[in-house]
């Protein structure tokens, strides 16, 4: 049975009709309003974004790399400052087509096929995002080239800026440290896009590295209309840069250059002071690497002639070099036993050897002194009457007075590397070997040996504080609001009497007289030190003790020295540490180097011309001898290395004072140290100190 048909009315449909108007009404005024909504956001809320946008395609913006603020010397003479520089560099992750653009490069810049390599090397090793150096030092022609071709050069990033700048070169490499490109993990840090503008450097080492906030300025940035396809249609208005600060060191950089020419040869290190206010004159650390190399990009060549340096050049030997102080110590020993009452009248008979117990410790003079006071004892740096002292007091008695002058203390200096020596007790002793002190740990640190360590910092700043009294802190930053140095709780008249010792070092038929210096009215008080760093067996006793002169290099003494002057009225302090010098050229030798360099602070043009006379029978001056250095090496390389391969820049360089050269001379000088401490078997003074009597 069919069912009833529906019959539809015509009310019905107008009201069907009517119904599907209305919601499809909605729905567009819906849609509408959606759309409205949308076109509002755009145009309101997103307008600066898309109008950022659309003047991106437009505009190129590009940082420029702030100009860094300058180091200058206490004089206002630039120490690190900035040159102009052309440069071209590649950014990797814009890299189109890189055959075709070298190729481009190639014949615009006419560089080299060697050059060509080292470029493929270094893209090849580089993180994307990392600028890789093409050219720099451009003159304006061969950079003009590059720049109105770059719409074929994509990746090419040409760079009107300045690079930084060492006028003295190696001889402030371990003051400055040195600037270089950020390091990928760096960036990635902090996603600056500074960190990856062609041309930009941070600080990497030393002050530039501990300063580089100060330092590192501001970007400008320049803006470019170009068309779609990157052509350029005209250059807009720029942001200017805004420099760094510039910072004042204490440091004289005449003093500064000419204290590391006349270190010579020498592996070592020496730190002159202001005795008065803790000023640091000069910081020097020998031999160096050229920090404007490590400023353009150290090659693999240079980092591994570096690294395998037996000298070490990559280490800050005035901070992180530590060294038995040798007889150095004996004028801060005279003045520990003045504070704990002993008279400076008070005699010892040396008679070249001392028994304590079943062992006999010798004097570095085998027939003896005879009967001494303490002024002739540090004149003559008799060791017997050291030991004989020691003996009687007890190190324990020494020890706080060491402290006191600067031996083992941590100074506020700009360096993150920095190793602070020891001065040991009984205490120190009991806690870190759990083991008693023995008199022949007393004996053996009275001489400045055994457990005994200084860096050369220290050896000037207690050189500066016996001269003046006055508890100096080394200052690298010039502060017309620092407050003066108070007076070190110890009796006046007791630097007196260890200032005429010392002066008699000097002038009085003591161990320097070759330090005498040759100026009217002004004398130089000082002590010399000669600090083992080998054990000496029995057989070799039996047979005779090798020369330093007999022994390999690393076998040799150190040589120390400590002054101030004028003896009479101290203002300036120095203290040096030549490594394994062995006293075998006299020329090269501590008095004669220290006389010279105290020179220049009261007679430059004599100083000066001291050097010239001697300089030539050394190999020249640091830049010659670095050259000949340099060539030397990479002949010796040419059979066995890829020259493009050793000409590739450095990326994975560490900063130099942080470098594993570094860290193997430290364990190994700490090795030395442990096995020299060790007093079982009588160590060093046993022996003697190895005074070397002018």
């Known amino acids: 049975m069919n069912p009833p048909s529906r019959i539809v009315t015509e009310a019905h449909q107008t009201f069907s009709f009517n119904r599907r108007t209305v919601a499809l009404g909605i729905g567009q005024i819906g849609v509408g309003v959606v759309l409205g909504a949308r076109m509002g956001w755009l145009s309101i809320a997103e307008n600066a974004r898309y109008n950022m946008l659309a003047e991106s395609n437009r505009v190129n913006l590009t940082l420029i790399p702030p100009r860094r603020g300058w180091l200058i010397d206490r004089n206002g003479a630039p120490i690190a400052n900035n040159r102009t520089d052309f440069r071209v560099d590649i950014i990797p992750d814009r890299l189109d087509d890189k055959d075709r653009v070298l190729g481009l490069l190639q014949n615009i810049l006419a560089l080299p096929p ?21 050219a720099d030092d451009l003159d304006w ?42 390091s990928a993990e760096q960036y990635r840090a902090t996603k600056d896009a500074l960190l990856v503008t062609p041309g930009f450097k941070i600080g990497k080492d030393g002050i530039e590295k501990q300063l580089d906030a100060r330092l590192r300025g501001s970007p400008g940035a320049k803006r470019v209309e170009v068309t779609a396809h990157g052509r350029l249609v005209r250059e807009l208005a720029q942001r200017p840069d805004a420099p760094g600060q510039t910072v004042r060191l204490t440091i004289d950089a005449g003093l500064q250059e000419y204290a590391a020419r006349r270190l010579g040869t020498n592996s070592g290190s020496c730190v002159v002071m202001d005795c008065l206010t803790g000023e640091v004159l000069a910081f020097v650390s020998m031999p160096a690497y050229d920090p404007n190399s490590f400023s353009d990009g150290i090659s693999h060549f240079e980092w591994e002639m570096l690294s395998k340096n037996d000298h070490v050049p990559l280490m800050n030997k005035a901070l992180q070099g530590l060294y038995p102080p040798g007889s150095t110590v004996k004028p801060m020993n005279a003045l520990a036993l003045l504070h704990a009452g002993v008279s400076p009248n008070d005699r010892v008979v040396c008679s070249g050897a001392l028994r304590v117990g079943s062992g006999v410790f010798h004097c570095h003079k085998r027939r003896g002194h005879g009967a001494i006071d303490m002024h002739t004892a540090v004149a003559q740096s008799c060791d017997i009457y050291f030991y004989e002292m020691s003996r009687r007091l007890g190190y324990d008695r020494f020890a706080p007075t060491l402290r006191m002058l600067g031996m083992g203390q941590k100074f506020d200096l700009p360096f993150a590397s920095q190793r602070y020596g020891t001065v040991p007790d009984s205490a120190w002793k009991l806690k870190k070997y759990k083991e008693s002190w023995t008199v022949a740990d007393s004996l053996n640190a009275s001489i400045g040996q055994g457990y005994v360590l200084a860096n050369p910092m220290q050896l000037a700043v207690a050189a500066a504080r016996l001269g003046s009294g006055l508890e100096v802190h080394p200052r690298l930053f010039v502060d017309p609001k620092a407050p003066p140095p108070r007076a070190m709780p110890i009796d006046p008249d007791h630097f007196k009497t260890i200032h005429a010792a010392m002066h008699a070092v000097v002038n009085g038929g003591g161990t320097a007289g070759a330090a005498r210096l040759n100026l009217p009215g002004i004398e130089l008080a000082a002590k010399t030190g000669t600090a083992q760093v080998r054990r000496i067996t029995m057989a070799e006793r039996a047979h005779g003790v ?67 006379e001697i300089e030539a029978s050394w190999g020249g001056d640091i830049k010659t001898r670095m050259a000949a250095e340099a060539s030397a090496y990479r002949a010796a390389l040419a059979a066995q290395a890829n020259p493009a391969q050793q000409q590739a820049t450095e990326l994975d360089a560490d900063a130099a004072t942080e470098s594993e050269a570094v860290d193997a001379a430290s364990e190994a000088s700490n090795a030395t140290a442990a096995a020299l401490g060790n ?16």
């Open 141 to 182: 022609e061969r950079f003009a080239a590059v720049s109105v071709r770059l719409p074929e050069l994509p990746g090419v990033a040409p760079t009107r800026g300045y690079s930084r700048n060492y006028p003295a070169g190696a001889a402030v490499a371990h003051l400055t440290g040195y600037v270089g490109a950020a």
């Open 546 to 612: 090798l020369s330093n002169g007999q022994l390999p290099f690393k076998l040799r003494d150190h040589a120390l020295f400590i002054a101030f002057a004028p003896a009479d009225k101290p203002r300036y302090a120095l203290g040096m540490v030549l490594e394994h010098n062995g006293h075998v050229n006299r020329v090269l030798d501590t008095p004669l180097t220290a006389r010279d360099i105290m020179t220049w602070l009261f007679d430059r043009q004599r100083a000066e011309a001291s050097l010239a």
């Open 679 to 694: 007093s079982a078997s009588g160590g060093v003074a046993a022996e003697g100190s190895r005074e070397q009597p002018d």
């Open 114 to 134: 060697e050059e060509m390599e080292r470029i493929r090397l270094d893209l090849k090793h580089a993180a994307g995002f990392q600028p890789v150096q093409v």
